[in-house]
Structures are given as C-alpha cells and as structure tokens.
C-alpha cells in the first residue's frame, strides 16, 4: 500500500512544486502584513481536494486503474490507498495551516487562538468535501466528477451571498461567553466529524469499486 501512496505523491509532484512555492510567496506577503490567513485556508482547500482528483485524472489517462485492481492487494487495499494518499494531504495542510499561525502570533500579525479556529473550521471542510468527491470518482471519473467539486466550492458562497441579501443573520455572540479551551475543543469536533465521515466514505467507495468494471 506504501508504494501505492508513493506513487500518487509522484504523480502530484509538479503540482506539489507549484503549491510549495505559491504559499511561501504569500506567507511572507502575509508576515510582512500585506494578507492575512485567508491563503492559508485556500491553500489546504485546494491541496485537499485538487490533489486526489489529479491523481485519479492520471490513473485514467495511463489506464493504470484495469491493473492497479489486479494486484495482490484487492481493491479494497487500492482504495484505502487513495483515502490514505488524501488523509496525508490533509495532515500537511493543517500542520503548514498551523506553523503559520505560530509564526503570525509570535510576530504579532494574528491573534493565535482566532487563527488555530479558522484553521481546524477549514480543515473540517476539506475533509468533508473530500469524503463526497472521492466516492463520486469513482462512481462517475474525474471529469465529471470535477463539475460537483464546483458545486461544492461555491454552493456556500451563493449561499451565504443569498443569506446577506434576505438579511439573514446567525448570532454567534454566545461564543463569547466561552473559554478558549471550550472553544478549541468545540472546534475539534469538524475536523472529528469529517473523519468520521472520511470512514463511510471509504466503504462506500469500496462498494462502488467491487461492482465496478475496469
């Protein structure tokens, strides 16, 4: 399974180069004042969820999928593959989201606790979001697939477009009242949650995959 996980990070590494050097670019655009953390958050968005997809758009093109479904490892252990290669992505992305929380609070561009909430709030989304795009690849490929990740994307900025419109407003003053340790622990949670649903992901995939003709 290793070398599958090897192989997916192989595939990605021209797009791994780009979101290297992008980011660090921002990051000292961002330490110097000039942004805040939201590129942060559009950094982990896209590499959670671009990079898994590309790896299924080069399975495709190289056909690899009609032998990758034959080796000894079963399909499932191919699929748990794809979720780990992901899961690792999205591991990255929160330990990068974090040293640049540090990194901010310590020269005094970002408030520390604000910032780690804003990061575990984003990397919630992307795990959730990766758990609904990976069993459409393999439902549908990735091209098609492609078009619900834009769904996906800017569904909740329409959304919450529209809730500013109708004057629409949700009244988070009660967070408050509550201590910074409540507040982590709730944040949490998203992140937990989208394990949880990152799991049901997996076997539902799996059940895609074994009915699956390759």
Known sequence: ????????????????????????????????????????????????????????????????????????????????????FALLLALFAGAFGTAVCAVLSVTGKGDLLESLLTI????????????????????????????????????????MFLAVRLGIHIDLSFLDGLSDGALMAGFALFPLSGLLALGVSYFVSCAIVERKEF
Request: aromatic letters at 16%; one cysteine or more.
């Open 1 to 84: 399974m290793s070398g599958l996980i090897l192989k997916d990070f192989l595939t990605a590494r021209r797009a791994l180069r780009s979101y290297f050097t992008i980011p660090i670019f921002y990051f000292v655009l961002t330490v110097m004042g000039m942004f805040d953390l939201t590129f942060v958050t559009v950094f982990m968005t896209l590499l959670v969820m671009l990079l898994p997809m590309g790896a299924f758009s080069y399975d495709e093109q190289a056909k690899w999928d009609r032998y990758a479904m034959s080796l000894p490892l079963g399909r499932r252990g191919v699929v748990g593959a794809r979720y780990l």
């Open 120 to 159: 575990l709030a984003t990397l919630a989304v992307c795990i959730w979001m990766v758990a609904i795009l990976l069993p459409l690849c393999y439902k549908l490929g990735p091209e098609r697939a492609r078009i619900y990740m834009f769904v996906l994307v800017f569904a909740p900025i329409i959304l």
